[in-house]
């Protein structure tokens, strides 16, 4: 059973950047057909897709977040992990990493989600 | 604003049947498959429908999807108080900016 877990600062300010690393832990993250995923919900918001990556490194981003966005992924750690600099107020958002499945075309695996506030 | 469109809510008394609308475009559900997902309060979101109308495992079949031209549908029947909970839609989206999109969900009360 693949089981996914974010961590990170809960609080950030203003203009920096926002580092979030994922841990796969049940399975390993080298596994062929699989990409490994952000996503945020705004407080009161739907759910927006930030970007994934492939174990070779292959990255998708979000073009609405493109220029600010980083995911990658440490197979010798079995972990990913997303990078958003020039940080606002509106980033404050709950931030899920996910493995998106290439044969089921979906979202199969969340982690539990990690709250992140940006404020001075 | 979300992509796809989503009532911002639903109810119904357990036992009846209850469904869901997400409305895209034919960019995204009306050239790809839908998927559902349940969060539950305090939860990870959990893959309820994945290509329109399959069920991982696990999953009850009182849950089914389905989808027709740009819109689709999530239908809970025989619902049960432990259903409560927050449903969105999901589909890829070919426009010129390629990527996923969700509705901005549908909270479901269990009357």
């Known amino acids: 059973q693949v089981h996914l877990q974010e961590s990170g600062p809960g609080l950030v300010k203003p203009s920096q950047t926002l580092s979030l690393t994922c841990t796969v832990s049940g399975g390993s993250i080298s596994s062929a057909g699989y990409y490994w995923s952000w996503i945020r919900q705004h407080p009161g918001k739907g759910l927006e897709w930030i970007g994934y990556?492939?174990?070779?490194?292959?990255?998708y981003y979000n073009p609405s977040l493109n220029s600010r966005v980083t995911v990658s992924v440490d197979t010798s750690k079995n972990q990913f992990s997303l990078k958003l600099n020039s940080l606002t107020a509106a980033d404050t958002a709950v931030y899920y990493c996910?493995?998106?499945?290439?044969?089921?075309?979906?979202?199969?695996?969340w982690g539990q989600g990690t709250v992140v506030t940006v404020s001075s | 604003q979300s992509v796809l469109t989503q009532p911002p809510s639903a109810s119904g008394t357990p036992g009846q049947r209850v469904t869901i609308s997400c409305s895209g475009t034919s960019s995204n559900i009306g050239s790809n498959t839908v998927n559902w997902y349940q969060v539950l309060p305090g939860t990870a979101p959990k893959l309820l429908i994945y290509r329109n109308n399959e069920r991982p495992s696990g999953v009850p079949d009182r849950f089914s999807g389905s989808k027709s031209g740009t819109s689709a549908s999530l239908a809970i029947s025989g619902l049960q108080s432990e259903d409560e909970a927050d449903y969105y839609c999901a589909a890829w989206d070919d426009s010129l900016n390629v990527h996923w999109v969700f509705g901005g969900g549908t909270k479901l009360t269990v009357l």
């Open positions: 990556s492939y174990y070779s490194g292959s990255t």
């Open positions: 996910a493995r998106c499945s290439g044969s089921l075309h979906a979202f199969d695996i």
